[in-house]
């Protein structure tokens, strides 16, 4: 078990990231695809990149990703850029012996290949090398659904931020995943290695993942930067290609709710007021609280009051319709009726 002590200054400086990170999903990705669980979210995902992706470029990347234990840390950075390519750049200019002494700890759990060792030597080729298969599996693996990974990450934040901010640090870490358990000052992460993580007043970044399965993750090194990543709720059909998306007749949510309903609902997934939906729908704001009003009777949104205007935000129905829809997701019975 994994024991994350804080301390009153810790507490004060928790935060949610506000969208996915790259290289995270990235890692978390390739150890998914290493593996037969989740077949229901994944598999079809599983056979896009293994048709998709060239061998010769995976084995590269297997070799330093075991699906279970050690992945080495300068894969993933701390204070890491929103964007693919800043981070990459980041992450492949680490210092020389940060990626050797990583690599030297990743030999406990994989062994030394001639592909590992010359990346240990520092050689630039190698490193030009790697970022290479990064982006080539990226491309293949990540982007096509980088929008409905954002869709429900966001989602996710936007659910845990409403937690923090009515009910306080103490709802959210208690509430963060099955596997977590808060135990004030402790958050106590079971199935992973048994050890203590200080905060000493470095507080934490909370991030939300869509390729993380079951346990949450974190940094090898306690010396970097806190940051615990945790998985998003998962359901069939969280990961659609964006072309699927953009086209409306295989659009199975627009077909059940309307393509501006539809719209709507993904626009509330990161809160907006009736203006923002306007603007993001492209309609009037007389429309945009229309719709508003019939997917808050659905159930599908909330809307409070914010200063001199109303805020909506996506419900856990919402979000579950979004991550189900098409893939039998959601029960015939739990579908909520949404009038024209």
Same mark, same amino acid.
Not at 23 to 33: A, F
Not at 156 to 178: F, I, N, Q, T, Y
């Given at each position: 078990?994994?024991?994350?002590?804080?301390?009153?200054?810790?507490?004060?400086?928790?935060?949610?990231?506000?969208?996915?990170?790259?290289?995270?999903?990235?890692?978390?990705?390739?150890?998914?695809?290493?593996?037969?669980?989740?077949?229901?979210?994944?598999?079809?995902?599983?056979?896009?990149?293994?048709?998709?992706?060239?061998?010769?470029?995976? /084995? &590269? $990347?297997?070799? !330093?990703? =075991?699906?279970?234990?050690?992945?080495?840390?300068? #894969?993933?950075?701390? @204070?890491?850029?929103?964007?693919?390519?800043?981070?990459?750049?980041?992450?492949?200019?680490?210092?020389?012996?940060?990626?050797?002494?990583?690599?030297?700890?990743?030999?406990?759990?994989?062994?030394?290949?001639?592909?590992?060792?010359?990346?240990?030597?520092?050689?630039?080729?190698?490193?030009?090398?790697?970022?290479?298969?990064?982006?080539?599996?990226?491309?293949?693996?990540?982007?096509?659904?980088?929008?409905?990974?954002?869709?429900?990450?966001?989602?996710?934040?936007?659910?845990?931020?409403?937690?923090?901010?009515?009910?306080?640090?103490? /709802? &959210? $870490?208690?509430? !963060?995943? =099955?596997?977590?358990?808060?135990?004030?000052?402790? #958050?106590?992460?079971? @199935?992973?290695?048994?050890?203590?993580?200080?905060?000493?007043?470095?507080?934490?970044?909370?991030?939300?993942?869509?390729?993380?399965?079951?346990?949450?993750?974190?940094?090898?090194?306690?010396?970097?930067?806190?940051?615990?990543?945790?998985?998003?709720?998962?359901?069939?059909?969280?990961?659609?290609?964006?072309?699927?998306?953009?086209?409306?007749?295989?659009?199975?949510?627009?077909?059940?709710?309307?393509?501006?309903?539809?719209?709507?609902?993904?626009?509330?997934?990161?809160?907006?007021?009736?203006?923002?939906?306007?603007?993001?729908?492209?309609?009037?704001?007389?429309?945009?609280?229309?719709?508003?009003?019939?997917?808050?009777?659905?159930?599908?949104?909330?809307?409070?009051?914010?200063?001199?205007?109303?805020?909506?935000?996506?419900?856990?129905?919402?979000?579950?319709?979004?991550?189900?829809?098409?893939?039998?997701?959601?029960?015939?019975?739990?579908?909520?009726?949404?009038?024209?």
């Amino acid at each position: 078990m994994l024991r994350i002590h804080f301390t009153p200054r810790d507490l004060a400086k928790v935060t949610i990231a506000t969208r996915p990170a790259p290289l995270w999903e990235v890692l978390l990705s390739l150890h998914m695809l290493q593996h037969s669980d989740g077949r229901l979210v994944f598999e079809d995902w599983r056979r896009h990149v293994r048709t998709t992706v060239a061998p010769d470029q995976m /084995r &590269l $990347l297997l070799e !330093l990703t =075991p699906p279970r234990g050690y992945s080495p840390d300068f #894969l993933t950075p701390a @204070d890491c850029p929103a964007d693919f390519e800043s981070a990459l750049e980041l992450a492949l200019s680490t210092p020389r012996q940060q990626v050797r002494s990583q690599l030297d700890l990743l030999s406990h759990y994989r062994p030394v290949s001639p592909w590992t060792r010359e990346l240990a030597e520092g050689e630039r080729s190698s490193m030009r090398k790697l970022g290479h298969a990064i982006r080539t599996y990226h491309d293949a693996a990540i982007a096509p659904y980088w929008k409905s990974i954002g869709t429900h990450v966001s989602a996710d934040r936007a659910h845990r931020g409403e937690a923090l901010s009515r009910h306080g640090v103490d /709802r &959210l $870490l208690s509430s !963060l995943h =099955p596997r977590v358990r808060w135990v004030a000052p402790v #958050l106590q992460v079971l @199935d992973m290695t048994d050890r203590d993580l200080y905060l000493d007043g470095r507080g934490i970044e909370l991030q939300p993942s869509a390729f993380c399965w079951q346990v949450p993750t974190k940094l090898q090194d306690p010396e970097l930067k806190p940051i615990l990543v945790y998985p998003i709720q998962h359901a069939p059909g969280i990961l659609r290609q964006s072309s699927t998306e953009a086209s409306a007749p295989s659009n199975p949510l627009g077909a059940l709710l309307g393509s501006t309903r539809a719209a709507a609902l993904e626009a509330a997934v990161e809160g907006c007021t009736t203006t923002e939906l306007a603007k993001r729908c492209n309609i009037s704001p007389a429309a945009a609280s229309h719709q508003a009003t019939v997917l808050r009777e659905a159930g599908l949104i909330t809307t409070r009051r914010d200063g001199a205007s109303v805020r909506h935000e996506i419900t856990q129905l919402g979000i579950w319709l979004l991550s189900g829809h098409g893939s039998g997701g959601l029960r015939r019975e739990t579908l909520p009726a949404v009038a024209n």
